[in-house]
């Protein structure tokens, strides 16, 4: 009760402030939302009430939010389009009390799209609500501000392959916003972290099929520190070594800190739905992009299904396999002169997502990639590295609808952790994850609706807890 009235009263400015702003206007360019949610778990917060969230979550056992925003669509029927759109929440027990989750404005020529600000972006070539996330990207932490400039969608061409070969993709700057969170978690941090990101997605239609292809790259650095040049922003636009005022390890390998994934689709369509078999490569340097790590990667096959009355409408099996990462022994020859291994590649504990910048891979004490790579938030003692990134997970995900109304999903999962290749664990790390979601939109009313989940952990890591959250969502 103390919870739900602290949140409500706390926001009761917001809400009228941006409800007074939204344009009021008959067309339907314009969106709008108001939403609150209330968390309750025993002992501690449940995995998947917390996880995949855009960083909206936190580790108390009781949390909550309102949050409210408006914003204006981009028609796609005009040689030149804009939207944008605020998104600002009031929050109990998370980290920030009052922050703004989502402000941008995009301007669009035609199919090239200038996007400046924060904005909630998901994994590519995955879905959202039943993946376990992305290895590269996945949505779990807080959006990071930025500079994008990324394609409408797909775009074809009748030069490439006749239009059957769909190109999409994007190029981004930005600034990680956590430097006071992680200095608070540990007493010191690095300042003027910066953000660089880019992705390419090829899709190939076979004529006459209902077969199609895709290759997804994408790729992602950290970098900066207290004195930026312009010429950093090139290094890692074009990943190369650094130079005479980077960093030793920077002028042996890369500048900054790289990441990355190629992903492979192959999609098979139906009337009424698909079967999707997928393969994503994560890589932290040379070896993994080579694949010399073995079997890590994530591996998944989906089924979707256009929404009906009554049945499933999406179906995910994933395996996710960290524990190679190219070895358990870095080598990398000018290291050694002399050495007989010649290879120019450096290779083996590649270290997923940890790097010399606050926190590793991650923004506001959550992982930018996959969360079952655990998040530094998890960490004891100040810990804000990546303490458990040798995993192998089974994860499912299933949703489906019951009538016009009703809809929900299930997330089960089971992963083993060994910690890291530095600092294993004594004991292999088992842990069992459940999520099960229910949503009511009234038929009478849609712009209402109404989510109730439940949440049960069972295992090592992340304890035996059980956890319900209540969201009311009132938007357009």
């Known amino acids: 009760m103390y919870l739900g ?28 939302l108001i939403e609150s949610e209330g968390q309750v778990s025993e002992g501690g917060a449940a995995f998947w009430l917390v996880n995949n969230r855009q960083g909206l979550s936190s580790l108390n056992t009781q949390q909550g939010y309102v949050r409210a925003g408006f914003g204006r669509e981009m028609s796609d029927t005009s040689l030149w389009g804009y939207r944008y759109g605020i998104d600002m929440v009031k929050s109990a027990n998370y980290p920030g009390r009052l922050f703004v989750q989502q402000v941008y404005g995009d301007i669009r020529y035609k199919n090239a799209i200038l996007s400046i600000g924060s904005k909630e972006r998901w994994g590519i070539l995955k879905n959202p609500a039943l993946s376990s996330g992305g290895m590269s990207w996945s949505g779990n932490a807080r959006p990071i501000p930025q500079v994008r400039l990324e394609s409408n969608g797909y775009v074809t061409f009748p030069w490439l392959l006749h239009r059957y070969l769909k190109v999409s993709g994007s190029i981004s700057y930005g600034a990680f916003t956590d430097e006071g969170y992680v200095k608070e978690r540990i ?26 292809a895709t290759l ?82 994530l591996w ?33 020859h000018k290291d050694y002169p002399g050495g007989q291994i010649t290879a120019s590649a450096p290779t083996g504990t590649d270290n997923y997502y940890n790097s010399a910048y606050n926190g590793g891979w991650s923004h506001w004490g959550m992982v930018n990639g996959n969360p079952l790579i655990t998040s530094p938030v998890y960490g004891e003692n100040g810990v804000t590295g990546i303490f458990n990134n040798r995993i192998i997970v089974h994860h499912i995900g299933l949703s489906g609808q019951a009538g016009r109304a009703w809809s929900g999903r299930v997330l089960a999962t089971y992963t083993r952790g060994w ?24 038929r009478w009313y849609t712009k209402w609706q109404f989510t109730l989940s439940g ?12 956890g319900l959250a209540l969201k009311v969502r009132f938007g357009n």
């Open 216 to 297: 997804g790259l994408e790729s992602y650095a950290q970098f900066g520190g207290s004195n930026v040049r312009l010429k950093d922003y090139f290094m890692v636009l074009v990943p190369c070594k650094g130079d005479e005022s980077s960093s030793q390890g920077d002028q042996i390998y890369i500048y900054g800190s790289t990441r990355g994934s190629w992903n492979l689709v192959a999609t098979r369509r139906y009337r009424q739905g698909a079967w999707k078999a997928y393969f994503e490569n994560f890589f932290d340097d040379y070896s993994g992009l080579a694949k010399l790590n073995g079997t890590d990667g």
């Open 5 to 32: 009235r602290k949140v409500i009263s706390s926001c009761r400015t917001i809400c009228l402030l941006l409800i007074l702003l939204i344009p009021y206007s008959g067309r339907t360019q314009y969106h709008y």
């Open 455 to 466: 949440s049960i952990n069972r295992g090592d890591l992340y304890g035996d807890h059980e």
């Open 419 to 442: 910690g890291t290749y530095k600092t294993p664990f004594t004991d292999i790390t088992r842990d069992f994850l459940t999520l099960l979601e229910v949503s009511y939109a009234p």
């Open 300 to 332: 998944g096959i989906e089924y979707s299904r256009q929404p009906a009355h009554t049945g499933i409408t999406g179906l995910v099996y994933e395996y996710l396999h960290t524990t190679d990462q190219s070895g358990a022994v870095n080598y990398y």
């Open 187 to 212: 007493g010191s941090s690095i300042p003027n972290v910066l953000y660089h990101g880019k992705t390419m997605i090829l899709t190939y239609d076979f004529p006459k099929s209902p077969w199609s």
